[in-house]
C-alpha cells in the first residue's frame, strides 16, 4: 500500500436535518439546529463560525463520538449516523493531537493499523509510507514528549492518513501552534489532502485558515447555516450581514430609495444614485445596507472648502483618523452614509491624507454589494 493520488470516487458526505440537543441543569441546549451539508469527493470543506456556534459538535457527529439528536449522516450513500467511530471510514486530527504518550512516534503511527490485525509487512510498508511522507523517518523512535507541537501534529497527521480514510476530519489542528509554523502546516494539509484526494471536513475560527485552505466554507451562527461557499463568495457576495462582518471587515453604508430589481438594485449612496448587486434575500427586505470592504473605498483629496460646521454632504468625508501600517494606511473618514474605514495600499508617502482633511469617497460599481439589514 501506498500513499499515492487516489481517485477522487468516494468521500460524499451528506448531512441531513442534523440536530444536537445537550441537557444540562440549565434546560436543553440546541447546539446544533438543522444542518444540511453535501460535500464533493476530494473536497476541502471548512466549518467556519463564532465560539460556541456548534462547530465541534457537528464534526464529532460525523467522526462518531456525539450521536446526532436526530437527522442523518451518509457517507458515499451508507448510512453512518448510529455507528461508532471505529466502524467509520474517517480518521480525526485532534487540537491537543492525542498521541499516545508512552508509544514511539512509529507505534503511534502504526496503532491504528494494528487494531485492523494487518499483516506485520504491511503495516511496516504503510507506516514507512507515511513517516516518509510527513518527514518523520529521523523521528521515528521518540517519544511524543521529545517532540516540538509541529512535529507532534506531524504525527497525529501520519496516524490519521494511514488508516486511508474517506474523510479525514480535522479540529482546530494547529491552534497551538505559533504563527509561521501555523501558515507553513496549513500548506502542509491542503498538499497531502489533495495528494490523497481523501475529502477534508475542517473547523476552524480562524478566516485566514479558512480562507487559505478551503474549497468551501460553511459559515455557522448559533447552531445553523448562514452560508456556503467558496472563499471568494463568502468574501465579496455574502448572503448575510453576518457572514459579511464576520469574514474580513467590512463597511455598512446606509442606503436610501431603495429600488431591487431581481439581483440587482438602485440605491442613492455617497451622493449619487448607483447600480449594485444584491444579495439573495435583498427583494424582501425591507432595511438594508451597502457592503464595501475598506480596500475598494476610493479616496481623493477635494477641491471644495467646507464652512466650519457644515455638514459634509454626499460623496464628501471628513477624515477622522489616518494610521500608517508601512504597507497600508488606515483612514476612518466621516461621511453622511457612516463611518467608513478605508484601507490604501502601498500608499504614497507624500500623499497621506490628514486628519480633518476633506476627501472624496468613491468605490468602484461592482465593488458594492446591497444586503437586507
Ligand atoms: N457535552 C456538552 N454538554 C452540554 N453542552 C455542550 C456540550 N458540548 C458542547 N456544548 C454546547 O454546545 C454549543 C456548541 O459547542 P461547540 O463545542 O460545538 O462549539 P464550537 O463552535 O466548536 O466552539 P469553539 O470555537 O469555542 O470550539 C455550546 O453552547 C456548548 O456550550
Ligand atoms: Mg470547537
Redesign the pocket.
Known amino acids: 500500500m501506498t500513499l499515492t493520488d487516489r481517485h477522487h470516487d468516494s468521500g460524499r458526505i451528506v448531512l441531513t436535518d442534523l440536530v444536537?440537543e445537550?441537557?444540562?441543569r440549565d434546560g436543553a441546549?440546541?447546539?446544533?439546529d438543522g444542518i444540511h451539508l453535501e460535500t464533493q469527493p476530494g473536497e476541502f470543506v471548512t466549518?467556519l463560525?463564532?465560539?460556541?456556534?456548534?462547530?465541534?459538535?457537528?464534526?464529532?457527529m460525523v467522526a462518531g463520538f456525539?450521536t446526532p439528536t436526530s437527522g442523518e449522516i451518509l457517507l458515499d450513500g451508507a448510512d453512518m449516523t448510529r455507528l461508532t467511530p471505529d466502524k467509520r471510514p474517517m480518521s480525526m486530527v485532534f487540537q491537543s493531537y492525542a498521541l499516545f504518550p508512552h508509544l514511539s512516534v512509529r507505534d503511534n503511527v502504526a496503532y491504528g493499523l494494528k487494531l485492523q490485525k494487518l499483516g506485520k509487512e504491511a503495516i511496516n510498508d504503510a507506516v514507512d509510507s507515511a513517516l516518509t511522507s510527513m518527514d518523520l523517518v529521523k523521528l521515528a523512535n521518540r517519544a511524543p514528549n521529545q517532540l516540538s507541537g509541529g512535529q507532534q501534529q506531524r504525527v497525529a497527521l501520519a496516524r490519521a492518513m494511514v488508516m486511508r480514510p474517506k474523510v479525514l476530519l480535522f479540529?482546530?489542528p494547529l491552534s497551538n501552534l505559533d504563527a509561521k509554523l501555523r501558515v507553513q502546516m496549513r500548506t502542509e494539509i491542503r498538499n497531502l489532502q489533495q495528494k490523497l484526494g481523501i475529502t477534508a471536513l475542517y473547523?476552524?475560527?480562524d478566516q485566514d485558515e479558512a480562507m487559505s485552505l478551503s474549497d468551501r466554507i460553511v459559515v455557522?451562527n448559533k447552531?445553523k447555516i448562514e452560508q456556503v461557499g467558496t472563499p471568494d463568495e463568502i468574501y465579496r457576495r455574502p448572503a448575510t450581514v453576518f457572514v459579511a462582518d464576520f469574514i474580513g471587515s467590512a463597511n455598512f453604508l446606509d442606503p436610501t430609495g431603495v429600488t431591487v430589481l431581481g439581483d440587482h438594485a438602485r440605491v442613492d449612496v455617497l451622493g449619487s444614485q448607483r447600480e449594485l448587486k444584491a444579495a439573495p434575500g435583498a427583494a424582501e427586505a425591507s432595511a438594508h445596507v451597502v457592503l464595501v470592504r475598506p480596500e475598494s473605498v476610493q479616496l481623493r483629496p477635494s477641491a471644495a472648502e467646507v464652512a466650519e460646521g457644515e455638514s459634509v454632504l454626499g460623496g464628501r468625508g471628513r477624515v477622522l483618523r489616518a494610521v500608517f501600517y508601512g504597507s497600508v494606511v488606515e483612514y476612518e473618514i466621516d461621511t453622511d452614509a457612516g463611518t467608513i474605514i478605508a484601507v490604501v495600499s502601498d500608499p504614497d508617502p507624500d500623499a497621506i491624507l490628514a486628519e480633518d482633511d476633506l476627501v472624496e469617497v468613491d468605490f468602484p460599481r461592482d465593488r458594492g454589494w446591497l444586503l437586507p439589514a
Open positions: 444536537k445537550f441537557s444540562g441546549t440546541r447546539a446544533v466549518l463560525g463564532p465560539s460556541g456556534c456548534g462547530k465541534t459538535t457537528t464534526l464529532r456525539e479540529d482546530e473547523v476552524t475560527h455557522m447552531g
